[in-house]
Protein backbone atom coordinates (compact mmCIF):
# COMPACT_ATOMS: atom_id res chain seq x y z
CA UNK A 1 0.00 0.00 0.00
CA UNK A 2 2.65 2.45 0.69
CA UNK A 3 4.73 1.59 -2.37
CA UNK A 4 1.64 2.87 -4.27
CA UNK A 5 1.30 5.96 -2.62
CA UNK A 6 4.89 6.59 -3.50
CA UNK A 7 4.56 5.68 -7.01
CA UNK A 8 1.39 7.51 -7.08
CA UNK A 9 3.13 10.93 -5.89
CA UNK A 10 6.29 10.24 -8.16
CA UNK A 11 3.73 10.27 -11.14
CA UNK A 12 1.45 13.31 -10.33
CA UNK A 13 5.30 14.89 -9.47
CA UNK A 14 6.35 13.95 -12.57
CA UNK A 15 3.21 15.10 -14.69
CA UNK A 16 3.22 18.50 -13.33
CA UNK A 17 6.83 18.88 -14.11
CA UNK A 18 6.01 17.50 -17.87
CA UNK A 19 2.83 20.18 -17.69
CA UNK A 20 5.20 22.89 -16.57
CA UNK A 21 8.05 21.79 -19.12
CA UNK A 22 5.52 22.50 -22.34
CA UNK A 23 4.27 25.46 -21.10
CA UNK A 24 7.78 26.98 -21.00
CA UNK A 25 8.86 25.37 -24.14
CA UNK A 26 5.91 27.10 -25.83
CA UNK A 27 6.69 30.43 -24.07
CA UNK A 28 10.21 30.35 -25.21
CA UNK A 29 9.26 29.18 -28.41
CA UNK A 30 6.79 32.31 -28.55
CA UNK A 31 9.36 34.26 -27.63
CA UNK A 32 11.91 32.86 -30.20
CA UNK A 33 9.44 33.64 -33.10
CA UNK A 34 8.83 37.19 -32.04
CA UNK A 35 12.60 38.00 -32.08
CA UNK A 36 12.95 36.62 -35.32
CA UNK A 37 10.23 38.53 -36.79
CA UNK A 38 11.74 41.54 -34.88
CA UNK A 39 15.50 41.03 -36.27
CA UNK A 40 13.30 40.39 -40.38
CA UNK A 41 11.65 43.39 -39.35
CA UNK A 42 15.06 45.23 -38.38
CA UNK A 43 17.09 44.00 -41.21
CA UNK A 44 14.36 45.01 -43.79
CA UNK A 45 14.64 48.75 -42.21
CA UNK A 46 18.63 48.48 -42.15
CA UNK A 47 18.54 47.80 -45.67
CA UNK A 48 16.22 50.58 -46.39
CA UNK A 49 18.08 52.85 -44.77
CA UNK A 50 21.50 51.94 -46.38
CA UNK A 51 19.60 52.46 -49.84
CA UNK A 52 18.21 56.29 -48.44
CA UNK A 53 22.17 56.95 -47.62
CA UNK A 54 23.43 55.94 -51.02
CA UNK A 55 20.41 58.07 -52.75
CA UNK A 56 21.06 61.42 -50.32
CA UNK A 57 24.94 60.61 -51.04
CA UNK A 58 24.72 60.59 -55.24
CA UNK A 59 27.36 63.09 -56.50
CA UNK A 60 24.67 64.75 -58.23
CA UNK A 61 22.26 65.45 -55.58
CA UNK A 62 25.26 66.64 -53.43
CA UNK A 63 25.51 69.01 -56.48
CA UNK A 64 22.42 70.33 -56.86
CA UNK A 65 22.21 70.98 -52.97
CA UNK A 66 25.08 72.95 -53.17
CA UNK A 67 24.15 75.34 -55.83
CA UNK A 68 20.71 75.51 -54.93
CA UNK A 69 20.79 75.63 -51.30
CA UNK A 70 24.53 77.43 -50.55
CA UNK A 71 24.74 78.99 -53.84
CA UNK A 72 28.02 77.53 -54.44
CA UNK A 73 29.41 77.24 -58.23
CA UNK A 74 32.07 74.91 -59.88
CA UNK A 75 35.19 76.82 -59.80
CA UNK A 76 36.94 77.85 -63.03
CA UNK A 77 40.34 79.98 -63.67
CA UNK A 78 38.30 83.18 -64.21
CA UNK A 79 37.37 83.31 -60.55
CA UNK A 80 39.88 81.88 -59.24
CA UNK A 81 42.09 83.73 -56.62
CA UNK A 82 45.11 82.98 -55.19
CA UNK A 83 47.06 83.62 -52.52
CA UNK A 84 50.66 83.96 -51.92
CA UNK A 85 52.40 84.37 -48.33
CA UNK A 86 54.78 87.08 -48.42
CA UNK A 87 57.97 85.48 -46.63
CA UNK A 88 60.66 87.16 -45.10
CA UNK A 89 63.95 86.08 -44.90
CA UNK A 90 66.01 86.06 -41.38
CA UNK A 91 69.36 86.67 -41.32
CA UNK A 92 71.72 84.82 -38.41
CA UNK A 93 70.93 87.61 -35.67
CA UNK A 94 67.59 87.08 -35.79
CA UNK A 95 66.88 90.50 -37.69
CA UNK A 96 64.88 90.30 -41.22
Known sequence: MRLNLVLLLALLASSF???TLQYDSRRLYVANERARAEANRLAAEHERL???QRALAA???VQQMAQRQLQM???HPGITE???L???VVEPG???
Open 59 to 61: PLR
Open 82 to 84: YVT
Open 86 to 88: ATS
Open 17 to 19: YLV
Open 73 to 75: RPA
Open 94 to 96: GQP
Open 50 to 52: VAQ
